[in-house]
T-cell receptor, first 112, second 112 residues
Framework: DAGVTQSPTHLIKTRGQQVTLRCSPK?????VSWYQQALGQGPQFIFQ???????QRGNFPDRFSGHQFPNYSSELNVNALLLGDSALYLC???????????FGQGTRLTVV | AQSVAQPEDQVNVAEGNPLTVKCTYS??????LFWYVQYPNRGLQFLLK??????LVKGSYGFEAEFNKSQTSFHLKKPSALVSDSALYFC??????????FGAGTRLFVKA
C-alpha cells in the first residue's frame, strides 16, 4: 500500500511564476491537508480539503489555492511566487473519521 | 487561539539513557495531541496521539507521552534512547475545527 505521494520532489521557480504541486493520499483516505514548512520551523497549516471543498484555511494569502479531485487527490497552486515562498510543502491525508494524519515526503520549492 | 510550545530547540542524551522532549499547549476545549518525527529531507512520521482516556499514551518505536491537563503539557518520553532516535520531533495540537497547529520542533541528538 503506497502511502501519501507527492510530486515533484524538488522544484525551482523564478519570482512571479506560478507553481502546481500534487498529492495522492494514502489508500482509504478522503481528507487532504497542505502545510508549508520553512527552514528551521514547524509546518504551518495552509488549508484542508474534504469532499472536493476547502473546509478550513490557515493564514495564507489568496495566492495560495487548491483543489481536490473526485479520486481524493489534491493540488496546491501558488501564484505570483515570492522568494519567501521557498519551503518544503507537505501534504497530509487521513480518513475523515480518524484523527491522525499521514504525511508525504514533501516537495522542496525554491524560488529564485 | 491555539498554540504549541516546545521550549527546547535541542535535547542531547546518551544512548541507553531515558529521554524527554517537552511540549506545552494552549487551546480552548479538549485537545487532540500528537507527536511526529521528521528525518532529514523527509516528511513527518506519526508517533502517537492522545484523544481521551489514560494519560500515558504508548506509540511507535518505544515512545510514549504523558498528558497532563493541569499543566497543559504533553511530554514525549522513551526509557532508553537509541542513536537512531536522533531526529526532529514535533508536537501538534488540534481543538475545534480541522486545523492542526505544530510546534517549532525539538532536535534530538543521541550520542553513542
Amino acid at each position: 500500500d503506497a502511502g501519501v505521494t507527492q510530486s515533484p520532489t524538488h522544484l525551482i521557480k523564478t519570482r512571479g511564476q506560478q507553481v502546481t504541486l500534487r498529492c495522492s493520499p494514502k489508500s482509504g483516505h478522503d481528507t487532504v491537508s497542505w502545510y508549508q514548512q520553512a527552514l528551521g520551523q514547524g509546518p504551518q497549516f495552509i488549508f484542508q480539503y474534504y469532499e472536493e471543498e476547502e473546509r478550513q484555511r490557515g493564514n495564507f494569502p489568496d495566492r495560495f489555492s487548491g483543489h481536490q479531485f473526485p479520486n481524493y487527490s489534491s493540488e496546491l497552486n501558488v501564484n505570483a511566487l515570492l522568494l519567501g515562498d521557498s519551503a518544503l510543502y507537505l501534504c497530509a491525508s487521513k480518513a475523515n473519521r480518524n484523527t491522525e494524519a499521514f504525511f508525504g515526503q514533501g516537495t522542496r520549492l525554491t524560488v529564485v | 487561539a491555539q498554540s504549541v510550545a516546545q521550549p527546547e530547540d535541542q535535547v542531547n542524551v546518551a544512548e541507553g539513557n531515558p529521554l524527554t522532549v517537552k511540549c506545552t499547549y494552549s487551546v480552548s476545549g479538549n485537545p487532540y495531541l500528537f507527536w511526529y518525527v521528521q528525518y532529514p529531507n523527509r516528511g513527518l512520521q506519526f508517533l502517537l496521539k492522545y484523544i481521551t482516556g489514560d494519560n500515558l499514551v504508548k506509540g511507535s518505536y518505544g515512545f510514549e507521552a504523558e498528558f497532563n491537563k493541569s499543566q497543559t503539557s504533553f511530554h514525549l518520553k522513551k526509557p532508553s534512547a537509541l542513536v537512531s532516535d536522533s531526529a526532529l520531533y514535533f508536537c501538534a495540537v488540534r481543538a475545534r475545527g480541522f486545523k492542526t497547529i505544530f510546534g517549532a520542533g525539538t532536535r534530538l541528538f543521541v550520542k553513542a
